[in-house]
């Protein structure tokens, strides 16, 4: 949640204005004149600090004759929380955002999106909501991403005169200087996801084990992670002894329009903002004409997003404390101490948003590390050795697929935490008798059997002349984690496979279904994940089962990428059985 929306909004004529406020909605609707033909209704949905500034903005326009095609413009402007609306297009796209969850019931899709950053519409595209194509996209405001501390622990690390970069805070997180850092949650706060971002970017500079490094930011920054912005600002010291300051929260990556409204409340320990170097994704506040709304209503937003690129508006926008997309600031901005003249200011060629120049790959990565790092879990990992996974990876220096594999699998482990409890097979046809699978490590903690985890992958190899006996696998893998089921947590059967079902002499598809669709249970639910690599398998075949479990299928062509996917398939929340 953002910080509270200020500022009264612009004075209309009542004769010419009607103006609602129901909750945090701003709904504004122009009385249809005899000049009007009809009127155009266009909904926007704004993150709720920029919102007073869209909803004064487009109450002018109106007063002033908005309208198209002689038809009259009525504009509801209401104040959204970014990962509400995400959730609800998500849905919308039958997609689902790793940390989101689905969207509640005051949720909205808009004709207009503004969220506070373009990496939500990044996000949306690369998980899935492949229609997902929204217009324009331009940003209308700009809030620069800063480290706040209380002004006693900035005046320690030598702010305002020094400059400090995310390396030197890092070192702070990690020589036990007792500096408690928090951050909203990333996969819900573009804030926060600026600052993981920055944060793990510092870890990989640092040299040594990248990967540990890594891990052990998201880690720090787990330990103080707050799900609601309102309660991590609350958890800023209160009074100004030593003991308070000490005993409060030390550091947080937050916008700088939150600093600006957390020290208008006058508190008694001032926020410092810490512009780190180097400079993380601004806010970016993107105009986003959602795709499928009739061209009328698309032509409203067009000459809506006009009325929002005025130099008055970036005096609205100073008033609610945020800059122009230029960085620039309006008339009496107040900008924290300390603050460049024009801080957040886009990059040449990022193309005037936040994500224009970073890939939306390492977005999701920073996002799926992220939940895996601060999630617990139960987890069967089951790897395909038939005969098939020997074949060659050219874009892998020719490594085998199952080397591929493992490695990917290795890496991951390295991401979960000592609360996770992670089992490993491995399946072809007949590896024990007339048994499919294998057992290496039943599921355990990580506490305890990490090492033999690492051990035990390190002798998967493919079975010479082994076929794929993918059906019995799954029922097997799947009864195993139903059976001592974990409340609390996710309990996931997670499979890698490089081809369709081989086993003539195992169960059929149709007795798998129905034995799933028999023994699933509400109650305890497991889910299926499963990751298909190469061009011989069959997502239709591999969705039949996952549709009955939950769960999902991820298919690549290159197992290069397995990793990635591996993660991104672990962070996804579950999704229930359809």
């Known amino acids: 949640m953002r910080s509270k929306i200020r500022g009264a909004g612009a004075v209309a004529s009542a004769t010419a204005l009607v103006v609602v406020v129901t909750g945090s909605w701003f709904g504004y609707q122009r009385l249809v004149g005899p000049a009007c033909s009809g009127q155009v209704e266009l909904t926007v949905a704004a993150a709720p600090e920029v919102a007073p500034a869209v909803q004064a903005a487009a109450a002018k326009w109106m007063d002033d004759g908005a309208a198209v095609g002689g038809a009259c413009i009525a504009v509801n402007v209401s104040a959204q929380e970014p990962v509400d609306v995400a959730a609800a297009v998500a849905g919308k796209h039958g997609v689902t955002l790793a940390g989101v969850g689905q969207a509640s019931g005051t949720a909205v899709t808009p004709d207009v999106w503004v969220p506070d950053s373009s990496t939500w519409l990044s996000r949306l595209k690369e998980g899935g909501a492949a229609a997902f194509d929204p217009a324009n996209g331009d940003s209308i405001a700009r809030s620069p991403v800063v480290v706040a501390m209380p002004e006693p622990v900035a005046t320690r690390l030598g702010w305002p ?7 030197d805070l890092l070192k702070q997180m990690n020589t036990g200087t007792n500096l408690r850092t928090g951050i909203v949650e990333p996969t819900r706060d573009a804030a926060g996801l600026a600052g993981l971002l920055s944060l793990t970017a510092a870890a990989s500079a640092a040299g040594g084990d990248v990967q540990q490094a890594k891990t052990g930011a998201l880690r720090a920054l787990a330990t103080g992670r707050s799900a609601l912005r309102q309660d991590l600002l609350a958890r800023f010291p209160r009074a100004t002894d030593p003991a308070a300051v000490a005993g409060g929260l030390g550091a947080a990556p937050l916008s700088e329009e939150d600093v600006v409204a957390y020290n208008s409340t006058k508190p008694p320990v001032p926020l410092a903002a810490l512009y780190l170097e180097p400079a993380p994704m601004p806010l970016d506040y993107p105009y986003a004409v959602l795709p499928g709304i009739e061209p009328a209503r698309a032509s409203a937003a067009s000459v809506l997003f006009e009325a929002l690129t005025t130099a008055s508006f970036r005096d609205r926008l100073a008033a609610q404390g945020l800059r122009a997309p230029d960085g620039s600031a309006g008339a009496a901005f107040q900008a924290p101490r300390g603050a460049p003249d024009a801080a957040g200011a886009p990059a040449p060629g990022d193309g005037g948003t936040a994500a224009g ?41 020719n490594a085998s697929r199952e080397q591929v594999t493992v490695a990917a699998a290795s890496r991951g482990l390295g991401l979960f935490d000592d609360s996770w409890a992670i089992g490993l097979w491995t399946f072809s046809t007949q590896l024990v008798g007339r048994r499919d699978y294998r057992e290496l490590v039943p599921i355990g903690p990580l506490s305890t059997q990490r090492r033999q985890l690492e051990a035990a992958l390190g002798t998967v190899r493919p079975k010479d002349n082994g076929d794929t006996g993918l059906y019995d696998t799954v029922l097997a893998a799947y009864r195993t984690v139903q059976d001592d089921w974990e409340p609390g947590r996710v309990n996931s059967v997670v499979l890698f496979t490089d081809g369709k079902n081989e086993d003539d002499d195992g169960i059929s598809q149709d007795a798998l279904l129905g034995e799933l669709t028999r023994i699933a249970d509400p109650e305890r639910p497991v889910q299926v994940v499963i990751i298909g690599i190469g061009q011989d398998v069959s997502r239709t075949e591999l969705e039949a089962i996952t549709k009955v479990t939950g769960g999902g299928v991820f298919v690549t062509e290159d197992p290069t990428k397995i990793g990635d996917i591996f993660l991104k398939a672990i962070a996804l929340r579950p999704n229930a059985p359809r």
């Not at 005169?161 to 390396?167: R, Y």
């Not at 992220?370 to 050795?385: E, F, H, N, P, Y």
């Open 161 to 167: 005169q020094k400059k400090l970069t995310w390396s």
């Open 357 to 397: 120049g970073l890939d939306p790959s390492a977005i999701e990565a920073a996002v799926s590390g992220w939940s895996i790092a601060t999630q617990s879990g139960r987890m069967l990992c089951v790897i395909d050795v038939s005969g098939s996974m020997k074949a060659p990876v050219p874009t892998a220096d």
